[in-house]
Each structure stands twice: as structure tokens, then as C-alpha cells.
T-cell receptor, first 115, second 113 residues
Framework: DSGVTQTPKHLITATGQRVTLRCSPRSGDLSVYWYQQSLDQGLQFLIQYYNGEERAKGNILERFSAQQFPDLHSELNLSSLELGDSALYFC?????WGQGSDTQYFGPGTRLTVL | DQQVKQNSPSLSVQEGRISILNCDYTNSMFDYFLWYKKYPAEGPTFLISISSIKDKNEDGRFTVFLNKSAKHLSLHIVPSQPGDSAVYFCAAKSSGSARQLTFGSGTQLTVLP
């Protein structure tokens, strides 16, 4: 158990819908990262927040957005869903931001299926 | 454009023998490298890391070797155990960035009893 929690575990929805994925980082961690794992793209970085502020963006679609709240939990919002958005979405957390030695610990993931 | 490559999708090893998983990278800005293990239906679990200023790091049965001139790293597991069977991901962090992880495509390790 990494200490990172993600809800829900599974999500099944239809094309065009909007969903929200939730992540609670490990106690004491200020950085939250979101990653997407799809069959054809592997594990890819989406976006990172540190202490409530966005710090980096990766391959995140404009239909996707995220935020980190004052209690440090984070939400990833996916809208106008398409079949290709079906994937595993992982959240990771780390203590700091910008340190190479800072280890990222991953949650169990949310499996999103878009029908 | 794959900056981190794991060219072997799978590897089978006998229990008690050495497992060697390989990873190549192309980005010279990478200065920290990590290995994660992943079981089905779970998130990646951190195993071991190495800074680019070192060429070896050891933690119990796991040793990571870094060859900067060849842009190559490897993970050695000795001795291999059936519980080590999982997908192993190589990942790298770039200096001067938010330190997000760039992952390889993974290698499925199967340790046969």
C-alpha cells in the first residue's frame, strides 16, 4: 500500500459524458502527478500540481482538466469523452517539486471504460 | 518519439537465477532513473533509483547499473523469485523540469519455479 488513494476504482460511462477522478496523496506529500496508461501509448504524464498550483503539463487534452485543493487532494476532470479515452488513470504523489531524488508513489489507479 | 525504450517485451528466468532487464534512453537531459514494478490491477511500485552521477546502486536483491556513455541502464535481480513476476518499467526524469516521469513500455518478467 503506497498511501495514495484513488476513487473510483472502476468507471463505465458513455461517449460525450463527463467524469471526475479523485486522488488523495500520501500524508505530507505536496506534489500530485496524473498519468494515463493506454494500450497503445503506455504510461504517459498528463499534469502536475504542487501545493495547489499547476507546475507542469504533459500530453493532456484540452477536454481534460485538473485541480488540487487546499487539503491537497486532486481531481482530474474528463469531458466530452471519446472511446479512445478508455484507459487506466494513475495518480502519484511526492513530497516536493523539482527534486530528482524525490520518489513518486503511485495509487492503484482508476480504470475508465467509455462505451 | 520514444525517449525511454525497453526493447524486450518479455523475459523468462528460472527461480534462483539472475534476471537482467534492460533500458535505453535518448534524452541527454535525463539525470535520474528509476525502476518500477507493476502487478495487474495495481499501480506501479517503486523499486530502486539511480542518479546520473553514479554508475551503480544496490538495494538488497536489486542492483541498477547506469552506463551514461551508452545511454543504457539495467536492473539485475539476484536471486530471482516467483514473486518477482510482474511488469517492470524503466522511467527517467529530466533536469530543469517538473520532474515528471518518462516511462518505457515495460518488460514482463516471468520467474519459473
Amino acid at each position: 500500500d503506497s498511501g495514495v488513494t484513488q476513487t473510483p476504482k472502476h468507471l463505465i460511462t458513455a461517449t460525450g459524458q463527463r467524469v471526475t477522478l479523485r486522488c488523495s496523496p500520501r500524508s505530507g506529500d505536496l506534489s500530485v502527478y496524473w498519468y494515463q496508461q493506454s494500450l497503445d501509448q503506455g504510461l504517459q504524464f498528463l499534469i502536475q500540481y504542487y501545493n495547489g498550483e499547476e507546475r507542469a503539463k504533459g500530453n493532456i487534452l484540452e477536454r481534460f482538466s485538473a485541480q488540487q485543493f487546499p487539503d491537497l487532494h486532486s481531481e482530474l476532470n474528463l469531458s466530452s469523452l471519446e472511446l479512445g479515452d478508455s484507459a487506466l488513470y494513475f495518480c502519484a504523489s511526492s513530497v516536493r517539486w523539482g527534486q530528482g531524488s524525490d520518489t513518486q508513489y503511485f495509487g492503484p489507479g482508476t480504470r475508465l471504460t467509455v462505451l | 518519439d520514444q525517449q525511454v525504450k525497453q526493447n524486450s517485451p518479455s523475459l523468462s528466468v528460472q527461480e534462483g537465477r539472475i534476471s537482467i532487464l534492460n533500458c535505453d534512453y535518448t534524452n541527454s537531459m535525463f539525470d535520474y532513473f528509476l525502476w518500477y514494478k507493476k502487478y495487474p490491477a495495481e499501480g506501479p511500485t517503486f523499486l530502486i533509483s539511480i542518479s546520473s552521477i553514479k554508475d551503480k546502486n544496490e538495494d538488497g536483491r536489486f542492483t541498477v547499473f547506469l552506463n551514461k556513455s551508452a545511454k543504457h541502464l539495467s536492473l539485475h535481480i539476484v536471486p530471482s523469485q516467483p514473486g518477482d513476476s510482474a511488469v517492470y518499467f524503466c522511467a527517467a526524469k529530466s533536469s530543469g523540469s517538473a520532474r515528471q516521469l518518462t516511462f518505457g513500455s515495460g518488460t514482463q518478467l516471468t520467474v519459473l519455479p
